[in-house]
């Protein structure tokens, strides 16, 4: 069993950044790509970014890419994305993922566990 727990949300004005963190439990983060995903009030959740489980491999979004980096330390069991630049289109809460054994993915049904997401406001 995997448990993912997000932090490093907030409010923050636009063009401001934030960086958040997924903390893992469990011994099984280095065999796990993970994700972040978010989904804004009445939209569907939508792809960010995933890494692979040696961080050799990144995508991203096309709406994210060039402002936010993700990355990984397997030694300390966490994920982070890097938000630059951030815009108000970006509001959303950000949910962690993880997918056991298998290749980066930008389908939410890849993603085996969840955190419980933390949320993102970006003011005008």
């Known amino acids: 069993q995997v448990q993912l727990v997000e932090s490093g949300g907030g409010l923050v004005q636009a063009g401001g950044s934030l960086r958040l963190s997924c903390v893992s439990s469990?011994?099984?983060?280095?065999?796990?790509?993970m994700g972040w995903f978010r989904q804004a009030p009445g939209k569907e959740r939508e792809f960010v970014a995933t890494?692979?489980?040696?961080?050799?491999?990144?995508h991203y979004a096309d709406s994210v890419k060039g402002r936010f980096t993700i990355s990984r330390d397997n030694d300390i069991n966490t994920v982070f994305l890097q938000m630059l630049s951030l815009h108000p289109e970006d509001t959303a809460v950000y949910y962690c993922?993880?997918?056991?054994?298998?290749?980066?993915?930008?389908?939410?049904?890849?993603?085996?566990?969840w955190g419980q997401g933390t949320q993102v406001t970006v003011s005008s």
């Open positions: 993922a993880a997918a056991y054994g298998k290749a980066v993915s930008t389908w939410y049904q890849t993603y085996d566990y």
């Open positions: 469990g011994r099984t983060f280095s065999s796990c790509s």
């Open positions: 890494i692979s489980w040696s961080g050799t491999s990144t």
